[in-house]
């Protein structure tokens, strides 16, 4: 499957964006979807996953109760919309899928998007 995230861009703290990942190529409805995140001289980190059938999500800490995730499996499109950024949400995002239900771990995931930056100004 072929993934391609847009929307990043550059924000001010407090401030939404709202990220898409269109997919292609194969049964997207197969795939859980995940967002990670990669901060610069970080390693890559799990933002989120959401279930094939969009029922299920799991967040981590540091974006629960701030960012959402969600897909439409007819426009073979997962969202994650962002709101209260903060300087520390800057990042170069990645989408990606995998056959497992609620990866979260990135060798689980086996199909990536090419990443698209966001930047959040103090």
């Known amino acids: 499957v072929q993934l391609q995230a847009s929307g990043g861009g550059l924000v001010q703290a407090g401030g939404s964006l709202r990220l898409s990942c269109a997919a292609s190529g194969r049964t997207f409805s197969n795939y859980a979807m995940g967002w990670f995140r990669q901060a610069p001289g970080k390693e890559r980190e799990f933002v989120v996953v959401?279930?094939?059938?969009?029922?299920?999500?799991t967040y981590a800490d540091s974006v629960k109760d701030r960012f959402t995730i969600s897909r439409d499996n007819v426009k073979n499109t997962v969202y994650l919309q962002m709101n209260s950024l903060k300087p520390e949400d800057t990042a170069v995002y990645y989408c990606?899928?995998?056959?497992?239900?609620?990866?979260?771990?990135?060798?689980?995931?086996?199909?990536w998007g090419q990443g698209t930056l966001v930047t959040v100004s103090s």
């Open positions: 959401i279930s094939r059938s969009g029922r299920s999500t």
């Open positions: 990606a899928a995998a056959s497992d239900l609620l990866p979260t771990k990135s060798y689980q995931y086996a199909y």
